[in-house]
């Protein structure tokens, strides 16, 4: 396997231990705070994702097979935004 697999699968099992890792220190917590629960609130999650989402995660999936990293985000955002402001 390349170098780069192995990149990937490092960062998601880093993101993945930093999510839980920040789930276990809340939870230690009796009482949090308003603007900390609103905070995290704000956080987007994959599993919570709605249409306008999914829309701009698979057009920024197509974008990236042909452009680059700056092009994939803008066009993900792009939709994100337009999908959101029209739709929903």
Known sequence: MSTTF????????ATYLT?????????RFDNVH???E?????VPAA???????WAALIVAAAVSLRGGLMAMF?????VLILARQFAG
Do not use: F, M, Q, T
């Open 6 to 13: 192995w990149i990937i699968i490092a960062g998601a099992v």
């Open 19 to 27: 999510r839980v890792g920040g789930h276990l220190v809340i939870s």
């Open 34 to 36: 308003p603007r900390v």
């Open 38 to 42: 609103a905070g995290l609130n704000a």
């Open 47 to 53: 599993l919570g994702a709605g249409p306008a989402e």
């Open 74 to 78: 803008l066009a993900g955002a792009a």
